[in-house]
Nanobody, 120 residues
Framework: QVQLAEPGGGLVQAGGSLRLSCAAS????????MGWYRQAPGKQRELVAT???????NYADSVKGRFTISRDNAKNTVYLQMNSLKPEDTAVYHC??????????????WGQGTQVTVSS
């Protein structure tokens, strides 16, 4: 059973930085895409950033130039470096991984979420 562990998160002042990490355990094949999503109170979950196995990245317009997603395939871990944080970045951040099951298919796994709060 694949499990995701998300230490990190916390309270930071506007303009500050935080680094999130998400480590996947129990993976017996390989991880395809990895990503971060967030959900603010009263809002739908939205994409923050994704990174493919070939390290191609994709970012939400609202975080471009401030956030950087990276991955360590040897550790099955994805990171999100968040700089120049704004109060509107406050949300619960969830990691997501797509684990290959063969035949071009993947299983979808989500972390439990970590709270990021940015004070003004």
């Amino acid at each position: 059973q694949v499990q995701l562990a998300e230490p990190g998160g916390g309270l930071v002042q506007a303009g500050g930085s935080l680094r999130l990490s998400c480590a996947a355990s129990g993976v017996r094949t390989r991880i395809n895409d990895m990503g971060w999503y967030r959900q603010a109170p009263g809002k739908q979950r939205e994409l923050v950033a994704t990174i493919r196995s070939g390290r191609q990245t994709n970012y939400a317009d609202s975080v471009k130039g401030r956030f950087t997603i990276s991955r360590d395939n040897a550790k099955n871990t994805v990171y999100l470096q968040m700089n120049s944080l704004k109060p509107e970045d406050t949300a619960v951040y969830h990691c997501n991984v797509l684990v290959s099951t063969g035949w071009g298919k993947s299983d979808d796994y989500w972390g439990q979420g970590t709270q990021v709060t940015v004070s003004s």
